[in-house]
């Protein structure tokens, strides 16, 4: 991080002021100048304390010492790193109180979430107010009297003009609670972090959770749980300590003295996982370790969040840092920090020996179910995509499938596309490990991160020889349908398109291009897919289906049983009520869409063709020899 993005990421948010012994009320070009001295300026020192915990109040305390100036201006966060969308996080705040050198003082807002407290000169300011966390999600506080999850970003404000200056936590812990966080403790037992960013990247776990303990490379790394179910502590530590390994033999080392998984145990809704540079919190429902396919969600979030170790974290896109935490963080890239990420979360597990080759494919061909299957892919890029997170994919609604498509799966199918495209030019000489390790080396966390299309570009570049501008220009930046044939093929791979359930003559069902819920005894539409039947003929999300052609139909498997009665391009008479007003519209069904995908070997594979798909998904060649004899 320089000064000189902290300078311009402040432009345009709260204007820049910075507080050091002698010094006044900042201009913004004098910024520059004085948060280079980290001596003599401010001390800020937070302490969190727990003192109704069953009420889920945090209560926090911003001690600034050596201020000056007229006044400090405190901010909390309106969105945590990681999570691309406006939270709103000072919402939560009540009772907010301030102090000026011990005396009471009034504060005033200077917009949602800046509070200012007047100082005239004085020097020790003081800031305390409650937060309330109630939210079990990995990017919202949750706290009750069993634990607390503090999200540092919707927990600590920063002080204006402060932000790279270190600071010091003292938690306060209710009696025989513990504290676990990816900062360290000084001689005095505060947790310290270098600035607000590494604050903000190291979330708390307070309370009674147990701590399971691993090392790789002789660096320590432990797994905090929260709450209990079905989970296996042996096999939990022994599946993420080969994920951590298989990180680590493709990046080439750990870039931190230690880690935490911060493992929270929910409801059979509970999901999400969130990176950090140290750290990493993963939710998932308490009974998700058994059967295999779901512990499935464990491994996969395991391996998701701690490949961020690298990709987001440290190879970041040039718009993800410094951050400026009162506003959007633009980037195209979100489809190479996230979908990417997305690709070798299940790459890793195939080459680590936790997925089997055959169930990597089937995962994989699902996702290409997934992606072609939605209308939206034909109208959003991936940087299309990756720059409106902070509107359309955090806040979905029903036109969604219809006019956007995910970066986290289309940007996975297309990192392993982009895989094998590179493999195929080179002989299976280079890969996207090759890129990566390249982006790495070039894009170091305190340089000014990865430039807009033209860093990956040029690190293929560099490292095959290669132009992919073309393959960037439409399958990233446009909406070109996937070169699937001739890529996967290019790993001896042959793709079989089939319905999932067909007519009796083996051809496709009527559709009428649907998605529904029964709710209530009632089938209510939640969206419909462009172009189709049900959407010419108007239908739209919230209308209450209650016959077809006359009959009766009151959830999926009765409207099923109709329409199979029926063949493609036959008409019929849907009966709806439309705020409660009956109507009836007539449709031609089309036929349903191809729903099933099997990623099956080719025949007699050639050499090359063999060579990519045991390097691609790290198979060993003599074993597999072997099995194939057997
Ligand atoms: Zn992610």
Not at 426 to 454: C, F, H, K, M, N
Not at 471 to 495: H, K, M, N, Q, V
Not at 541 to 548: G, H, I, N, S, T
Not at 552 to 577: M, P, Y
Request: net charge negative; hydrophobic share 40%; glycine share 8%.
């Amino acid at each position: 991080m320089t000064s000189q993005d902290t300078v311009r990421s402040r432009v345009g948010g709260v204007t820049p002021v910075v507080y050091s012994s002698g010094q006044s009320r900042c201009t913004i070009s004098e910024v520059a100048k004085i948060t280079q001295q980290k001596d003599g300026c401010v001390k800020i020192h937070y302490t969190l304390a727990l003192t109704q915990p069953a009420q889920h109040l945090l209560d926090v305390t911003v001690d600034v010492a050596a201020a000056s100036g007229e006044f400090v201006d405190f901010v909390l966060p309106t969105w945590t790193p990681g999570s691309y969308l406006i939270r709103e996080y000072a919402r939560h705040v009540q009772e907010v109180e301030a102090t000026v050198n011990g005396e009471p003082v009034a504060w005033r807002k200077l917009d949602k979430q800046t509070w200012r407290v007047e100082t005239r000169g004085a020097t020790e300011v003081q800031l305390r107010y409650r937060v309330y966390g109630n939210e079990l999600t990995v990017r919202t506080n949750h706290v009750d009297d069993t634990h607390a999850h503090v999200i540092p970003a919707a927990t600590f404000m920063y002080v204006v003009g402060a932000t790279e200056q270190p600071l010091t936590v003292e938690v306060e812990p209710p009696a025989g609670w513990e504290v676990a966080t990816g900062l360290d403790r000084d001689g005095a037992g505060y947790f310290v972090a270098d600035d607000f960013d590494q604050l903000v990247d190291s979330p708390f776990e307070i309370g009674t959770h147990r701590t399971l303990s691993f090392e790789v490379e002789g660096k320590p790394h432990r797994i905090v749980i929260w709450g209990a179910g079905n989970e296996d502590e042996q096999r939990l530590v022994v599946d993420t300590r080969t994920i951590v390994s298989a990180a680590r033999d493709l990046f080439g080392g750990l870039p931190y003295a230690h880690y935490t998984f911060f493992l929270l145990l929910g409801g059979k809704d509970a999901s999400g996982g969130l990176e950090h540079r140290n750290s990493t919190s993963l939710l998932l429902p308490r009974f998700v370790f058994r059967p295999d396919k779901s512990y499935e969600r464990f491994l996969t979030l395991v391996s998701h969040e701690f490949f961020h170790v690298w990709n987001v974290k440290r190879m970041r896109a040039a718009g993800l840092g410094p951050f400026d935490y009162t506003r959007e963080a633009y980037t195209t890239l979100l489809w190479a920090m996230e979908g990417i990420t997305e690709y070798y979360t299940d790459l890793l597990l195939v080459r680590s020996g936790l997925l089997t080759p055959k169930r990597y494919l089937e995962r994989l061909a699902d996702d290409i179910v997934t992606l072609q299957t939605t209308p939206g892919r034909q109208l959003q890029s991936l940087e299309c995509a990756s720059f409106d997170s902070w509107i359309k994919f955090y806040r979905p609604d029903e036109n969604t499938p219809n006019t956007a498509v995910s970066y986290y799966l289309k940007g996975a199918i297309v990192g392993a596309l982009l895989d094998l495209e590179i493999r195929r030019r080179t002989a299976d000489e280079r890969s996207l490990d090759d890129v990566l390790r390249q982006l790495y080396a070039a894009y170091p966390l305190d340089g000014p991160g990865i430039p807009e299309r033209e860093g990956y570009l040029g690190a293929i570049r560099e490292v095959t020889g290669h132009d992919f501008g073309d393959f960037f220009a439409r399958y990233i930046g446009g909406t070109a349908e996937l070169p699937y044939t001739e890529t996967l093929g290019a790993a001896g791979l042959e793709l079989q398109w089939d319905w999932k359930d067909k007519a009796a003559d083996g051809g496709a069902r009527p559709a009428l291009g649907l998605r529904t819920k029964s709710e209530g005894g009632l089938l209510k539409v939640t969206g419909v897919v462009r172009d189709a039947p049900a959407y010419q003929a108007g239908l739209t999300a919230d209308d209450e289906l209650v016959a077809v052609d006359g009959y009766r139909i009151s959830n999926e498997a009765s409207l099923r049983e109709r329409l199979h009665e029926r063949k493609v391009g036959d008409r019929v008479t849907i009966t709806l009520f439309r705020r409660d007003e009956l109507r009836t519209v007539e449709l031609t069904l089309a036929p349903a869409p191809q729903d099933k995908l099997v990623l099956q070997p080719v025949g007699e594979p050639d050499e090359l063709q063999r060579r990519i798909y045991t390097s691609w998904l790290g198979i060993d060649a003599a074993a597999q020899g072997a099995a194939a004899e057997a």
